[in-house]
């Protein structure tokens, strides 16, 4: 999910702490009314008995690790969810490659599959989650609010279910800018008086998020999410009216004045994602384009009560009140605001969104597509221009 | 890139033996010798197969099979046209620039250097180029970008004189940029490489042919070049395959503006965007290996011919 790099030495770091813990969870190990349930088997809790909430933290204490992959600490407020957790249940969180992609998560559970280091949860583009179910890698599991994740948001067999997700953004320094862009169409337009440095955060051939942006880019230049050809050529005119830098937008390009305006998911520049004074980020007037990113379990997962315990705390008010935190929108907010269990301070925080704009999702087809497009046309025309 | 390996099991068999046990004795010492060489390739053929063999033929099979099973040509087809086809073309397109180009320079960087008489100069490129051959990947591009990027010092410098690179049609982030940054290591490494075989040109040759009233240029042409044509080839070879198989510093530096067989097949393995497309990125891998195979090929055919001018 995040921009890929070389995958760090975490990882053997991870391994023997996991199989440390595990030596010392075995030692200790009491038997009790809940170790006759195979929770790798349980799809949903029961208000009491042997599949109750209380068991389940119950078994998941006893296994005493998760394995989580690819979570970076300052994305979505990753670094303070994964504290929290174990902070409440003891549990020890193995974070591996916390920089990983989306591909290398789905890589990860097939590879490590029947290790005690094998990622119990995933956090993934939607399409990797759908992929990764038909080649039967998830586990179906509700949580106790699966009635509060809106319907298009989730699997109905409880294989996969959004988690957390945002808006594409015009971030900008407002600081060097003296009129920051609020639309796609004026960045297209006052490039050259401007002085716009526009980055993405990757490219858009490996980024989810980069090929959002690309996709936004379409529908607010008279494309739509079924024909993303106009947003290439809105990069193209960028690059050749100069205003493109090709790099890997981020806080430090941000700062060095590389990059002046990043186009980015809100949430992960907010809250330091772009640590940079007199930062800010604007949803674009001409275009209202939301992802989510998505949960799954692993079917083979080595920690089966942990993994599930893990989902009832991301989707319990405060699992969705840290997300709330880093600038996500999670899954659950709309029920959440109807039933008042969201922090409203958090929430008023948000970026605001534009009026006149109706939210567009795209589907997983529509990704694929647009993917596909992006992938034979972005080198010979955003390349060519320049 | 070639290895002679001179058969080491001459068992100097005329030793002449009185007694039977004696006899017996050597011909068993004979056979094993025979055998020595064996047992030294063995471990290594074991690895090569175990590190090179295995894996090519996963590439191989993935290669021609769907993502859920099955024998299909699908990602083949898929891989010989459109924006694919531009990248294997671009990669070859690279290759062989940055094969010829500095495989040229080099011969002659590494003359210059072989003929001087300051052996400090000598010891200080040969370590220079061995520390400058292995310069890749995202230390490369950044030194590039802080030199030559849009905000480069050597940018501001000649910005500063009224030059502008870009309106001499050079951009650091295309594939013109990528050319530059890949000459930085390429022309250290043909140095390398081809130094050995200037070493193995011996003065007494070139005596000879002056005595025969050979003119410097006839030297070249008819003894010179000949000798080091195989070496030469041999070097170009290795720069090409580094040229056309580097990933990290063409990546990191056109982030997916240019598009590179290599690249390309990154995009599939470790992306975010593509799911369950995998095959078709063991498909371009196999149409590297096999334009890397006929590459050799053409190699082992003109150094076969360039040998038997040696004869």
């Not at chain 1, 920051?180 to 998020?209: D, H, R, V, W």
């Not at chain 2, 030294?40 to 859920?68: C, D, K, M, N, Q």
């Not at chain 2, 046209?81 to 073309?89: P, R």
Request: overall charge neutral; proline content about 4%.
């Amino acid at each position: 999910m995040a921009p890929k790099r070389i995958r760090t030495v975490l990882l053997a770091g991870a391994t023997l702490a996991s199989v440390a813990a595990i030596g010392i969870t075995a030692g200790t190990g009491a038997a009790s009314a809940s170790s006759s349930v195979n929770w790798a088997k349980v799809t949903h809790l029961t208000k009491t008995g042997p599949t109750s909430m209380k068991s389940l933290v119950a078994a998941a204490k006893k296994e005493g690790t998760l394995n989580v992959v690819a979570l970076p600490d300052n994305w979505a407020n990753y670094g303070n969810i994964i504290k929290d957790f174990t902070k409440k249940y003891g549990i020890k969180i193995n974070s591996e490659n916390p920089e990983g992609s989306s591909a290398e998560e789905i890589t990860a559970i097939q590879q490590d599959k029947g290790r005690s280091s094998d990622p119990d949860v995933i956090d993934v583009g939607t399409s990797y989650a759908v992929t990764a179910k038909t080649e039967g890698l998830l586990a179906p599991y509700k949580v106790q609010t699966w009635s509060e994740i809106p319907a298009g948001l989730k699997n109905s067999g409880g294989y996969w279910f959004d988690d957390y997700g945002g808006y594409v953004a015009i971030g900008c320094n407002t600081t060097t800018v003296t009129n920051c862009p609020t639309s796609f169409k004026q960045m297209s337009t006052e490039t050259g008086a401007e002085g716009y440095k526009i980055g993405l955060n990757n490219s858009p051939l490996t980024s989810n998020s980069a090929l959002a942006a690309v996709e936004a880019a379409a529908v607010a230049s008279g494309g739509s999410l079924n024909n993303v050809a106009p947003g290439v050529t809105f990069f193209a005119n960028l690059n050749k009216n100069g205003a493109f830098v090709n790099t890997i937008a981020d806080s430090a390009t941000a700062e060095s004045g590389t990059t002046n305006v990043i186009i980015w998911w809100d949430y992960l520049m907010a809250n330091g994602g772009i640590d940079v004074p007199g930062w800010k980020i604007v949803i674009p007037s001409d275009v209202l384009l939301g992802e989510y990113y998505t949960q799954g379990i692993n079917s083979s997962a080595p920690d089966p009560a942990a993994a599930r315990l893990w989902e009832e705390f991301l989707y319990s008010p405060q699992g969705q009140n840290l997300w709330l935190a880093g600038g996500a929108r999670p899954a659950e907010l709309a029920a959440m605001t109807a039933n008042k269990t969201v922090n409203t301070a958090l929430e008023a925080k948000l970026p605001a969104l534009p009026s006149g704009q109706t939210a567009q999702y795209p589907t997983t087809a529509q990704i694929t597509a647009a993917a596909a497009t992006v992938n034979s046309t972005w080198a010979t025309q955003v390349g060519a221009s320049s | 890139m070639t290895i002679d390996v001179t058969n080491a099991s001459d068992p100097g068999a005329s030793a002449p033996g009185s007694e039977a046990f004696v006899v017996k004795r050597r011909n068993f010492r004979n056979v094993l010798r025979a055998l020595e060489p064996t047992f030294v390739v063995t471990p290594f053929v074991i690895y090569s197969f175990l590190g090179l063999g295995v894996p090519a033929l996963a590439v191989f099979y993935l290669a021609f099979h769907g993502e859920t099973g099955g024998w299909t040509f699908e990602n083949m087809r898929l891989i010989s046209h459109g924006i694919f086809l531009i990248g294997f073309e671009n990669s070859i397109k690279l290759g062989l620039l940055t094969s010829l180009i500095p495989g040229v320079i080099g011969v002659f960087v590494a003359y210059a250097i072989q003929t001087s008489k300051s052996n400090v100069l000598k010891r200080l490129t040969s370590t220079g180029s061995g520390v400058l051959a292995n310069f890749g990947g995202i230390n490369l591009t950044f030194m590039f970008i802080a030199t030559l990027g849009s905000a480069g010092i050597l940018t501001a410098w000649l910005h500063a004189l009224g030059i502008s690179l870009t309106s001499i049609g050079f951009n650091l982030y295309t594939f013109s940029g990528v050319v530059v940054v890949y000459m930085y290591f390429q022309l250290p490494l043909m140095v390398l490489v081809i130094t050995p075989a200037l070493a193995g040109l011996r003065q007494n040759w070139r005596e000879a042919a002056e005595n025969l009233g050979a003119s410097s240029w006839r030297y070249w042409i008819h003894v010179g070049i000949p000798v080091l044509m195989p070496s030469i080839l041999g070097g170009m070879l290795l720069l090409f395959g580094s040229a056309f198989a580097a990933y990290a510093t063409a990546e990191s530096l056109t982030l997916g503006l240019v598009a590179l067989a290599p690249i390309q097949i990154g995009n599939f393995l470790n992306g975010n965007v593509i799911a369950g497309e995998t095959h078709v990125g063991y498909a371009i891998a196999v149409g590297m290996l096999v334009i890397l195979a006929f590459v050799m090929l053409l190699y082992s055919l003109v150094r076969k011919r360039a040998s038997k001018w040696l004869q």
